[in-house]
């Protein structure tokens, strides 16, 4: 848990193991409240789909193993304390076929959606958001950077750097 640091509402970490990466994914879980979105950067191997896992575990879908990357169906849709919204866009070809799955319910609707590969939709993304970018530094270890967009991922990023700092 090196590397950590505050500025302009961001908050970077470094994970050293899976199992560490699990655990940040949960604590943010934890935090999120009904409506946000997750907008998951990096490249293949980085740690996204580890990551969403984690999240889906600390919103309360019983069973993260049961969490997968749906890069051949879009999305997955997971029952925690509310719906998690799962999406991996690594294989989209165009934003259209997005749209056909209801890219507005996942926008605007009431759980919380995790977005793999975010930035090939970037423009359609919402104003409101946190960003989270992940950076493979080797076998084990992530650089995890949490960046808000809006009011509401700057007070979520505070609490998820204040609870793993904590843990630390």
């Known amino acids: 848990m090196n590397g950590e640091k505050r500025s302009k509402g961001t908050f970077e970490t470094a994970t050293e193991s899976p199992e560490e990466t699990l655990r940040l994914g949960r604590l943010l ?3 999120l409240p009904p409506g946000s979105f997750v907008a998951l950067v990096g490249i293949l191997g980085a ?4 990551l969403a896992k984690g999240i889906a575990g600390g919103l309360g879908v019983g069973n993260e193993r049961e969490v997968t990357s749906p890069s051949f169906v879009l999305v997955n849709e997971y029952r925690g304390r509310f719906p998690v919204f799962h999406l991996d866009l690594y294989r989209l070809e165009n ?4 749209e056909e799955i209801g890219w507005d319910e996942f926008v605007c609707g009431p759980g919380v959606t995790l977005v793999e590969w975010a930035d090939k939709v970037e423009e359609n993304l919402p104003e409101e958001r946190i960003e989270v970018h992940l950076q ?3 076998e084990e270890e992530r650089k995890i950077v949490f960046s808000p967009r809006g009011t509401p991922g700057e007070k979520i990023i505070a609490e998820l750097e204040h609870r793993w700092k904590k843990e630390a």
């Open 29 to 31: 879980g934890e935090i």
């Open 95 to 98: 934003f259209a076929a997005v």
């Open 47 to 50: 740690g996204k789909t580890l």
């Open 136 to 138: 493979w530094v080797s």
